[in-house]
């Protein structure tokens, strides 16, 4: 198909699959790219929003077929249900099977100095991803979108993508298999990802983009052009210097109010002779205050920083961690507390790697032989070496280590 047909021929989404694909719709939950709410002390009902969505359960029988492809256990991300969602993963492994290639793709918006543990999960299974399937890894730093949605001047959203670049390489990403780029600097040097974005705004009108995401006549004119940037690493040939002009199949992983944008990018690839992206969809990391919302960066009390010292993340966690526990000592006993709601508990789940140690507190927490104190202690003793390893590793990261990670240049991989 051309680029004049996939103009000229637009089936395109409708409105209703549109909306359909951002917010929730219901009373209790709300979810888009810049909004997570929820009344529910559970927080978003993931059941329903799969339904909403249209995407498809990451069920035992996918996650056995991952195992029996890989010859490896899946991540406990995968395994407890925290990537719960996914858009066409089958075609992953058949890719996989078929010795044929395909890459990685996430990203981050920066809006502020410092990550906080929520925006690590995507990371932890991209690079688990990578390093299990040996293949290549883009990482895009929405500068631009921060400067169009925040108070933040273009000159500090683009250091702000340096640091946050930082946290990420601390994870321990190959720099032969991975490229960093901020979109404010990489589209000066790349003209390759400028012709694909204008592509793709081709293939999408002005209604389509209001009902997707919300638009209204009063927002700057630079959030309407801006989900193509955001879609654009999913095409293979912004990227000449990795794939030359070959057109490979792309997974991204991320959290789910971030399927908008690839929804709206599945409907146009094929349109431009593209594959549509896999997409694999987490929950939220919820807010210390409780699942009804999730970490925010905005809000110091809500989140635990990458850069919080060991008493900040044991004040922060006993003084804000929602409760899961009863009202009295005896009452707990009695009845036992409730892990569906209880945030130390989902701080254990994300972090404690040790399948049976976090059975172990689930059953005495919720029969009530552990009390609240007791578990946030152990949410605080789990998560506090993992800061503090993190904080060592992102001293090592130099200017100069992350230049060479977004450096524009061929990548090693099979």
Known sequence: MSENDAVNGLEGLSLQEAQGGCAAGEEDDYVDPWTVTSKSDAGIDYDKLIKRFGSSKLDDEILQRFEKITGKPCHHLLRRGIFFSHRDLHLILSLKEQGKPFYLYTGRGPSSESMHLGHLVPFIITKWFQELFDVPLVIQLTDDEKALWKDIKVEETMRLARENAKDIIALGFDVRKTFIFSNLDFMGKCSEMYQNIIRIQRCVT?????????????????????????????????????????????????????????????????????????????????????????????????????????????????????????????????????????????????????????????????????????????????????????????????????????????????
């Not at 700057?220 to 940037?229: D, E, H, L, Q, T």
């Not at 000449?240 to 789910?256: D, E, H, M, S, T």
């Not at 987490?282 to 989140?303: E, V, W």
């Open 206 to 414: 002005f209604n389509q983009v209001k009902g997707i995401f919300g638009f209204g006549d009063s927002d700057v004119i630079g959030k309407i052009g801006f989900p193509a940037a955001q879609a654009v690493p999913c095409l293979s040939t912004t990227f000449p210097f990795i794939f030359g002009n070959r057109k490979v199949q792309c997974l991204v992983p991320c959290a789910i109010d971030q399927d908008p944008y690839f929804r709206m990018t599945r409907d146009v690839a094929p349109r431009l002779g593209f594959p549509k992206p896999a997409l694999l969809h987490s929950t939220f990391f919820p807010a210390l205050q409780g699942a009804k919302s999730k970490m925010s960066a905005s809000d110091q009390n809500s989140a635990i920083f990458l850069t919080d010292t060991p008493k900040q993340i044991k004040t922060k966690i006993n003084k804000h961690a929602f409760s899961g526990g009863r009202d009295t000592v005896e009452e707990h006993r009695s009845l036992g507390g409730n892990t569906d709601i209880d945030v130390p508990y989902q701080l254990l789940k994300f972090f404690l790697e040790d399948d049976e140690e976090l059975e172990r507190v689930r059953v005495a927490y919720s029969t009530g032989q552990m009390l609240s104190g007791e578990i946030k202690k152990k949410a605080v003793e789990t998560l506090q070496p993992i800061v503090e390893e993190h904080q060592k590793r992102r001293k090592l990261v130099t200017d100069d280590v992350l230049n060479e990670f977004m450096t524009p240049r061929k990548l090693e991989f099979s």
